[in-house]
């Protein structure tokens, strides 16, 4: 090999192309120095520049949390207001449902059959007491302020049933051995102040509690109810009369005075999806089924409640009594209408085909006069096949 060729294989060696790096730096350093051949100046914002975008960002940053606390202490406090207003009309339910339960009592107390005087009064004097202790409840509960005003009318309305009981059994006691009538107006005329608190409670407290809650945007906050009578009749003249007659029955003679009576009004057949009205001038086709009952329907005939009225039913076929049911009305008030039935009645197999008669009979009440009334015997055919 020649001289040449060794300097050429040197030469090939040392020049070798450049790398990708190499061309990358030339040209970026090409970039960095201007045509002048002096290299440019590093670029800087300007001064302050950096101090004020970090300035504004915080300023933002505070805005935004300030904004967020005053949305999150908006909704707490609303929700501690509704907690607040919730949390006393719970109180008052407490009070107004107990006091209506006392109410409820007195009207079924009212209506009660075997009514006794000593009873009723204790009674009284027993709910007037409870309404009081309601009262005292009542002025430990603490209203929101807005509803300061009207949360006076919920102990007006309870002193009022306090002292309308205790009236009640004061008059008991004051118009003891007078006539029925006195009694019964004295006893209503104190009944007044029950109907008032309902009214109080009604108009002066629920109504206006409940605009205010509306008015403040209070939701899912209810006023409650109270009412004490729940049928104005219960507290009417004449159903104190009537009351009084049931408290003192009975004359120095024994005998019962005024107007006593009772009635039957109707006697029908139910079963099976049929009902057949009983008529005492032509025979009734009576279809026997499973749930077939007899249904008598009393009235009470006179001016006064009756008690322990009795109610016959009688069967016959071809002469024959299949069966006698009895049952008895415990009480009943004037012109009221009540119906008992008799079920499970005992047919034998000769009482179909043949004529039968079915005989109702309500016992006749102490002091009545009218028995016309009271009775009456029905023609009828029992069969199997229905229509």
Sequence with gaps: MSSYDDDN????????????DANEARV????????GGEPRPPVHPPAGAVAMARLVGLVALAIAIVVGLVFWVGACQGQSRHDEYAGYMDSIRTVAQSSAKAGREFTAK???SGLKLTDLETRLEQWSQQQQQL???AQQI???GPLRSVHQNVLDTLQLRALGLAGLASALTRTSGSEAAAVGTALTSEAQLLSASDLVWAELYKLPATQTLKTLGITGVVVPASQFVTNPEVISLRSFTVVAQ???PSSATGTPSGLHGSKLVSTKAVGGGHTATLDPSQPTTIYVSADLKLDVTVEDSGNFQEVNVPVT????VGGKTLFTKKQTITGIRPAEQQTVSFSNLQLTPDAFGHAASIKVTVGAVPGEKTVDNNTSTYPAFFSLSQP
């Excluded at 294989?9 to 070798?16: H, R, V």
């Design 135 to 137: 009262y005292d409840q």
């Design 28 to 35: 970026r350093a090409r970039r960095r120095t201007p045509r």
């Design 9 to 20: 294989m040197e030469l090939d060696f040392f020049d070798e192309p450049e790398t990708q």
């Design 246 to 248: 049931q408290l003192r």
């Design 313 to 316: 039913l009688a069967v016959k």
């Design 110 to 112: 009212l209506g009660s």
């Design 142 to 144: 603490r209203p929101p």
